[in-house]
């Protein structure tokens, strides 16, 4: 079972309090628990840092088909 993180978000004014830490952990936990075996997310290379002190690593590329809906 693969779990995929979307869309983490704190608060401009709450942002470099520890708390999308908190969220992930308790993410990541969550998954654990429930027997995901893999957790993926997409990110910008600005929050590379962010995710790798959450416990992830870069693993391959990303490739997508998008079609717009409006
Ligand atoms: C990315 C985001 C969720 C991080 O949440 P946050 O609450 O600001 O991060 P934290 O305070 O929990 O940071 C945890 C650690 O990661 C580091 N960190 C956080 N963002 C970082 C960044 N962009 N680059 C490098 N390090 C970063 C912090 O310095 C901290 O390190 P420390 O424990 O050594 O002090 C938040 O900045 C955000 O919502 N950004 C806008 C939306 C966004 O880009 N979401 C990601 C979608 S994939």
Same mark, same amino acid.
């Given at each position: 079972m693969? +779990?995929?993180v979307e869309e983490v978000c704190v608060a401009a004014s709450h942002q470099g309090k520890g708390l999308g830490l908190i969220?992930?952990?308790a993410?990541? +936990?969550t998954a654990k628990d429930l027997g995901v075996g893999k957790l993926?997310?997409?990110c910008s290379?600005?929050?590379v840092k962010f995710y790798e002190?959450?416990?992830y690593s870069t693993a391959g590329q990303q490739?997508?088909?998008k079609y717009n809906s409006s």
């Amino acid at each position: 079972m693969v +779990a995929h993180v979307e869309e983490v978000c704190v608060a401009a004014s709450h942002q470099g309090k520890g708390l999308g830490l908190i969220i992930i952990q308790a993410l990541n +936990a969550t998954a654990k628990d429930l027997g995901v075996g893999k957790l993926i997310l997409n990110c910008s290379d600005k929050n590379v840092k962010f995710y790798e002190k959450c416990g992830y690593s870069t693993a391959g590329q990303q490739m997508e088909l998008k079609y717009n809906s409006s």
